[in-house]
């Protein structure tokens, strides 16, 4: 698995539109195409890709901190929104991309800093045009919940095959 660095290493839109989007995040795991910088920023990477479920594997360290020394809601609200999409990107057919329309997260607990986390993103609805997805983030030892979240993302036709 690698990381774009620059633009030229990003995944075009013909590479994009020539997988379905179980294919394309199969491909970003397996590291044949590469995945989004925000990942690195973020200190994420992808763990799962099945139909209808992703999985990251992340750690918040201290450059995603808030004023008070917490992890910042950002970073949750980043994770969440990245695992519950690309959930959503899992089921889009072929010639199809998505984007998200709109996420809420609920943080129930403070991520300890260098605390290992899951992100899972699980589909509750997938359409013609929109995809639900529903998340959580979870420590990878004890398990415990530290946010849960929702999504609707477009899922947008832009070639027919």
Known sequence: MFTATSPDQMPDLETTLSMSGLEFMQAMRDGTISRPPI??????????????EVVFRGTPEFQHTNPAGGV??????TLLDSCMSCAVMTVTPKGSVYTTLEYK?????????????RAIGTINHAGRTTGVAQGEIRDVVTNKLYAT?????????????
């Open 72 to 77: 910042h809601g950002g970073w949750y609200g």
């Open 39 to 52: 990942s690195a920023l973020m200190n994420y990477s992808v763990e799962k890709v099945e139909a209808g």
């Open 105 to 117: 997260v609920n943080m129930v607990g403070a991520i300890p800093l260098g605390c290992e986390i």
């Open 149 to 161: 979240g929702s999504a609707t993302c477009l899922i947008m036709k832009l070639r027919g095959d």
